[in-house]
């Protein structure tokens, strides 16, 4: 069984970036598409971003395009969602997930890592 952690999340202010990581032990996270989502409190999980396993294509929401990237570090069995420009509007729990798929149904859900960005 996969079982993602996610670490990174923290206190930042706007227009700072943070870097966040899911990681997996005992599996080989390059086998899966492994996807980032957020939730505020009273609100849908909404995905953000997704990394395929086949060819490594990237999919962004288009409240983070251009200012989130999703990557792969093989050789530490982690990927990574690197958030600049941050703003209020960021400010969510986020997850990672795995799954077969970008865009399909996931699989197997870390805890979540909280991020906050407030002045």
């Known amino acids: 069984q996969v079982q993602p952690v996610e670490s990174g999340g923290g206190l930042v202010h706007p227009g700072g970036s943070l870097r966040l990581s899911c990681a997996a032990s005992?599996?080989?996270?390059?086998?899966?598409?492994v996807g980032w989502f957020r939730q505020v409190p009273g609100k849908e999980r909404v995905a953000v971003s997704c990394i395929s396993d086949s060819d490594g294509s990237t999919y962004y929401s288009d409240s983070v395009k251009g200012r989130f990237t999703i990557s792969r570090d093989n050789a530490e069995n982690t990927v990574y969602l690197i958030m600049s420009s941050l703003n209020l509007a960021d400010t969510a729990v986020y997850y990672c997930?795995?799954?077969?798929?970008?865009?399909?149904?996931?699989?197997?859900w870390g805890k979540g890592t909280l991020v906050t960005v407030s002045s």
């Open positions: 997930a795995t799954g077969p798929y970008c865009g399909g149904p996931m699989d197997y």
């Open positions: 005992g599996v080989t996270l390059s086998n899966y598409a």
